[in-house]
């Protein structure tokens, strides 16, 4: 079972650069999310959805912007990269908010330069 | 705001011991989550805990939801060093409200 995927591992992007990170799960969850996990600081929400069409801001949206067209689906978009952003990104996907599994990807190393 | 802050922040023991970490907050959650992530790969669930005073064993891993369902523990006996890694606890609320994280315990197990 593929789980969730993302895509890419790895990325250095130089400052003012936009990507877009991939995230696709398998198990038909309605509710998935993105979140940045810094040295020592655990891991913070960026954003979430919680069905195809329904995104929401999490704690540290600034910079970023997701849309969601599918159940499959829910990219990460970074418009101009800055150093800040530097970190390691975790898509996750869950069959409910808070009292299910969340199924986490493998991460996106990101450096920006 | 760190609503869980989770204790020690590291954590370098011999194998074979014994150890408790911890992870408190002054809010009430519906739930309790634990997770084991390892180095280059995403967090993976260990337990859930929902009722408070709740206990749950995983093999060596014993897990306690506190009675006022604000605070857990999770007691590793006789470590191994495949018990390394980062020990991430996270709350959740009832509703449509996201799961809130700690900052987690880094173990380290030394054979």
């Known amino acids: 079972n593929a789980g969730v995927t993302q895509t890419p591992k790895f990325r250095i992007l130089k400052i003012g650069q936009s990507m877009t990170l991939q995230c696709t799960q398998d198990?038909?969850?309605?509710?998935m999310y993105w979140y940045r996990q810094d040295p020592g600081m655990g891991l913070k929400l960026i954003y979430y959805?919680?069905?195809?069409?329904?995104?929401d801001k999490g704690e540290v949206p600034n910079g970023y912007n997701v849309s969601r067209s599918t159940t499959e689906d829910f990219p990460l978009r970074l418009e101009l990269a800055a150093p800040s952003q530097t970190s390691v990104y975790f898509c996750?996907?869950?069959?409910?908010?808070?009292?299910?599994?969340?199924?986490f990807g493998q991460g996106t190393r990101l450096t920006v330069v | 705001t760190q609503l869980l802050e989770q204790s020690p922040q590291f954590l370098s023991i011999q194998e074979g011991e014994n150890l408790t970490v911890y992870c408190n907050s002054s809010?009430?959650?519906?739930?309790l989550q634990w997770y084991r992530q390892e180095p280059g790969e995403g967090p993976v669930l260990l337990v859930t805990?929902?009722?408070?005073?709740e206990v749950k064993k995983l093999k060596r891993l014993t897990f306690q939801f506190g009675d006022a369902r604000k605070d857990s523990s999770l007691h590793i006996t006789a470590a191994q060093p495949g018990d390394t890694g980062l020990y991430l606890c996270?709350?959740?609320?009832?509703?449509?409200?996201?799961?809130?994280f700690g900052k987690g315990t880094r173990l380290s197990v030394i054979a």
């Open positions: 809010s009430v959650f519906s739930s």
């Open positions: 996750a996907s869950s069959y409910r908010m808070s009292d299910t599994e969340a199924f």
């Open positions: 996270a709350g959740g609320y009832s509703g449509n409200t996201p799961l809130v």
């Open positions: 805990v929902v009722t408070g005073g």
């Open positions: 198990m038909n969850h309605n509710y």
């Open positions: 959805s919680v069905g195809a069409g329904i995104t």
